[in-house]
């Protein structure tokens, strides 16, 4: 009773996630995003050859068109997270699907390389950025039961893009030229629009209006039969009225929550993950010229990248079955930790592989382990900060990944030039991500004991997993307050009932008097099945 209205400035009680329904339609969105923001920066590559003569540049010169796209979808994290905030996440992805559109078009018409930086990289980056981190929050809204399958299907839309965007531009380059394809792939990218509009927030409008109307009927009920039933109808309604205009205006919503950085976990998760990009995307992309270097023909070295992407598309949704279960959810940090060290002694140990077949089994061994950390990157972070502190937290998290993904394969590469040497890189990448995995599990692992030990204060998330904002919980409060101060209108009309039956409880009063009963004050009705003092009903003059 007396449930708080949105539009009111009050917070309408959180809605449970169907985990299904509609929300595979919103999963299927998520797959589609998440392949095109993962995989396009990658496909357009196909496209680098016929830049290069057409622009005379080099081919570092062209690989910043996939940088920049890398660096917008990283970097723009937190005002991704601001607008979101501000605007929900349908209207952000709309507006992100338009621009990674236009960007592409754009960039079919330009006439040097930095016009193709500002559209295709700057403006499609973007336009990427806007999708892919609202429809992240979209899937964490809901899943949550299923939440560690839907991330890991989702997760999936990478590889399977991967393997399909890359064929595509090299028919669309050899039919219609690179203007043609970039015109081609702009349309493909409105397709992000289709993904934007499916993402409608649950529905809390008609849990209001059964409220209001079960309000209604309840006070029918404890009204007597006739004309009072009306008058006390329109009291309880004049009485809310009243409450709501003495309602205080709700403070505005963070744009950015900073709090996250309290909790220890999203720490913890910050630094191994910035640690992890470090050396995790080092072996793929020099995967292929160290094959090559090792007397491997050109188009077995380019199958290598295919095994890892075949394997990748199962691992995912795999990983995210297993991390779905009961006992493992819980402990899902530590299968996280345990996927980074599965990644990291897979690159230690092929450090040295000088052949095609040992080169093959590298790759399977490092698709199943790339899967199962792409899978559950997201679903950590979802388990450390909650639902509702998730938007900052990836946002802020997408930013400082963007300083290790600009330092980590240019540093890399560089390394590669002076030393002339693939074994020490990829010694040098294996090793970060194993201390990124260590990092994560010890550090998990004492912050739990720890706060087994001194329970953490109420104001603070727990890294369990669904945690609230400090301003969602003050606002659950601040309306659980209203709806009791709304039951005293309803309570009002049980003294209806009390006073019909007044003559009925002054004979009770007599018949406990003679036998020793307790005695009443002024004003006390006693109750009927004795006179204890919590079954009193204090009678107000009707």
Same mark, same amino acid.
């Given at each position: 009773?007396?449930?708080?209205?949105?539009?009111?400035?009050?917070?309408?009680?959180?809605?449970?996630?169907?985990?299904?329904?509609?929300?595979?339609?919103?999963?299927?969105?998520?797959?589609?995003?998440?392949?095109?923001?993962?995989?396009?920066?990658?496909?357009?590559?196909?496209?680098?050859?016929?830049?290069?003569?057409?622009?005379?540049?080099?081919?570092?010169?062209?690989?910043?068109?996939?940088?920049?796209?890398?660096?917008?979808?990283?970097?723009?994290?937190?005002?991704?997270?601001?607008?979101?905030?501000?605007?929900?996440?349908?209207?952000?992805?709309?507006?992100?699907?338009?621009?990674?559109?236009?960007?592409?078009?754009?960039?079919?018409?330009?006439?040097?390389?930095?016009?193709?930086?500002?559209?295709?990289?700057?403006?499609?980056?973007?336009?990427?950025?806007?999708?892919?981190?609202?429809?992240?929050?979209?899937?964490?809204?809901?899943?949550?039961?299923?939440?560690?399958?839907?991330?890991?299907?989702?997760?999936?839309?990478?590889?399977?893009?991967?393997?399909?965007?890359?064929?595509?531009?090299?028919?669309?380059?050899?039919?219609?030229?690179?203007?043609?394809?970039?015109?081609?792939?702009?349309?493909?990218?409105?397709?992000?629009?289709?993904?934007?509009?499916?993402?409608?927030?649950?529905?809390?409008?008609?849990?209001?209006?059964?409220?209001?109307?079960?309000?209604?009927?309840?006070?029918?009920?404890?009204?007597?039969?006739?004309?009072?039933?009306?008058?006390?109808?329109?009291?309880?309604?004049?009485?809310?009225?009243?409450?709501?205009?003495?309602?205080?205006?709700?403070?505005?919503?963070?744009?950015?929550?900073?709090?996250?950085?309290?909790?220890?976990?999203?720490?913890?998760?910050?630094?191994?993950?910035?640690?992890? /990009? %470090?050396?995790?995307?080092?072996?793929?992309?020099? @995967? #292929?010229?160290?094959? !090559?270097?090792?007397? &491997?023909?050109?188009?077995?070295?380019?199958?290598?990248?295919?095994?890892?992407?075949f394997i990748d598309i199962f691992a995912r949704p795999a990983c995210g079955m297993v991390a779905g279960l009961k006992w493992?959810?819980?402990?899902?940090?530590?299968?996280?930790?345990?996927?980074?060290?599965?990644?990291?002694?897979?690159?230690?140990?092929?450090?040295?592989?000088?052949?095609?077949?040992?080169?093959?089994?590298?790759?399977?061994?490092?698709?199943?382990?790339?899967?199962?950390?792409?899978?559950?990157?997201?679903?950590?972070?979802?388990?450390?900060?909650?639902?509702?502190?998730?938007?900052?937290?990836?946002?802020?998290?997408?930013?400082?990944?963007?300083?290790? /993904? %600009?330092?980590?394969?240019?540093?890399?590469?560089? @390394? #590669?030039?002076?030393? !002339?040497?693939?074994? &020490?890189?990829?010694?040098?990448?294996?090793?970060?991500?194993?201390?990124?995995?260590?990092?994560?599990?010890?550090?998990?692992?004492?912050?739990?004991?720890?706060?087994?030990?001194?329970?953490?204060?109420?104001?603070?998330?727990?890294?369990?997993?669904?945690?609230?904002?400090?301003?969602?919980?003050?606002?659950?409060?601040?309306?659980?307050?209203?709806?009791?101060?709304?039951?005293?209108?309803?309570?009002?009309?049980?003294?209806?009932?009390?006073?019909?039956?007044?003559?009925?409880?002054?004979?009770?009063?007599?018949?406990?008097?003679?036998?020793?009963?307790?005695?009443?004050?002024?004003?006390?009705?006693?109750?009927?099945?004795?006179?204890?003092?919590?079954?009193?009903?204090?009678?107000?003059?009707?």
């Amino acid at each position: 009773m007396g449930r708080p209205d949105p539009e009111e400035g009050q917070l309408p009680a959180p809605v449970k996630p169907p985990d299904g329904g509609w929300g595979w339609i919103v999963l299927l969105g998520c797959f589609v995003i998440t392949g095109f923001s993962y995989a396009f920066p990658k496909a357009v590559s196909v496209y680098f050859k016929e830049l290069m003569k057409d622009f005379h540049v080099g081919y570092s010169d062209t690989a910043w068109i996939s940088s920049i796209m890398l660096a917008m979808l990283y970097g723009t994290g937190p005002v991704c997270s601001i607008m979101v905030n501000q605007f929900g996440c349908r209207p952000v992805m709309l507006i992100g699907g338009l621009l990674a559109s236009a960007g592409m078009i754009l960039a079919s018409f330009t006439t040097n390389i930095i016009e193709l930086y500002l559209t295709a990289g700057v403006l499609t980056g973007l336009g990427m950025a806007l999708n892919f981190q609202p429809s992240l929050i979209m899937l964490g809204t809901y899943f949550d039961k299923r939440r560690p399958l839907a991330n890991g299907l989702a997760a999936a839309g990478s590889p399977v893009f991967l393997s399909s965007l890359s064929p595509l531009g090299q028919v669309l380059l050899e039919k219609f030229g690179w203007r043609g394809g970039f015109l081609i792939m702009g349309g493909l990218l409105l397709n992000c629009c289709t993904c934007g509009a499916v993402m409608r927030p649950l529905d809390m409008g008609m849990k209001r209006k059964m409220g209001k109307a079960q309000d209604k009927y309840e006070a029918k009920e404890m009204l007597p039969i006739g004309g009072k039933s009306e008058e006390g109808i329109s009291t309880t309604d004049g009485t809310k009225k009243g409450k709501k205009a003495k309602k205080k205006p709700k403070k505005g919503k963070k744009l950015l929550d900073f709090s996250i950085f309290s909790n220890r976990g999203f720490i913890i998760y910050t630094i191994s993950k910035f640690i992890l /990009v %470090l050396g995790l995307f080092v072996p793929p992309i020099l @995967l #292929v010229n160290y094959a !090559k270097d090792t007397g &491997v023909p050109d188009t077995e070295a380019a199958f290598l990248l295919s095994i890892i992407g075949f394997i990748d598309i199962f691992a995912r949704p795999a990983c995210g079955m297993v991390a779905g279960l009961k006992w493992v959810r819980p402990h899902v940090a530590y299968l996280f930790s345990f996927s980074m060290l599965f990644n990291g002694l897979t690159d230690i140990c092929s450090a040295r592989a000088s052949n095609y077949t040992g080169l093959v089994i590298f790759c399977v061994f490092f698709g199943i382990s790339y899967g199962m950390v792409g899978a559950l990157q997201f679903e950590v972070l979802m388990a450390i900060v909650g639902s509702q502190k998730f938007s900052s937290a990836i946002g802020l998290v997408l930013l400082i990944e963007a300083f290790a /993904v %600009l330092i980590g394969p240019p540093s890399a590469g560089r @390394l #590669v030039d002076a030393l !002339k040497n693939y074994e &020490v890189i990829f010694y040098l990448a294996g090793s970060e991500v194993v201390l990124s995995a260590l990092f994560l599990g010890v550090a998990s692992y004492c912050c739990l004991n720890r706060g087994k030990k001194e329970p953490p204060p109420e104001n603070n998330p727990s890294a369990g997993g669904g945690s609230d904002t400090e301003e969602a919980e003050s606002d659950v409060q601040e309306a659980e307050e209203h709806s009791s101060n709304n039951h005293q209108p309803a309570h009002s009309t049980d003294n209806a009932m009390v006073a019909a039956n007044e003559e009925a409880n002054h004979v009770a009063e007599e018949q406990s008097g003679e036998g020793g009963g307790c005695p009443t004050g002024d004003g006390e009705v006693l109750a009927r099945d004795g006179c204890n003092a919590d079954q009193m009903v204090e009678r107000d003059s009707f």
